[in-house]
């Protein structure tokens, strides 16, 4: 395999946290299923797997996918949600 054939078998994907707007970046086979990447990024920001809202344009996707099937491209960004809870009305005095 030719060093242009490899580096084409590899995609650069950018997933930026919507909470403090800082990026992390990885590089995937473009055939591996984004759950590895995703599960990557949880285990870096030390959150529970599964525990994310990961969307692509805004819209949510089947983690299974892969990224050519996702048609992704080198350099694309997946934005990352931390749900919250609470947010009630403080007590009242």
């Known amino acids: 395999m030719s060093r242009e054939q490899q580096q ?3 995609i650069n994907l950018t ?3 919507q909470q403090d707007q800082s990026k992390l970046f990885f590089r995937i086979r473009r055939d591996s299923e984004l759950k590895r990447l995703l599960n ?3 285990d870096k920001k030390f959150l529970p ?3 994310c809202h990961f969307l692509i344009n805004g819209d949510r996707f ?3 996918k892969t990224p050519d099937e996702l048609g992704l491209e080198n350099g694309d960004e997946i934005d990352a949600f931390v749900p919250t809870d609470g947010g009630g009305g403080g ?3």
């Open 15 to 17: 997933v930026k946290s």
């Open 49 to 51: 797997h599964g525990s």
């Open 40 to 42: 990557a990024y949880c």
């Open 8 to 10: 084409a078998s590899f």
């Open 91 to 93: 007590s009242r005095i």
């Open 62 to 64: 089947a983690h299974h």
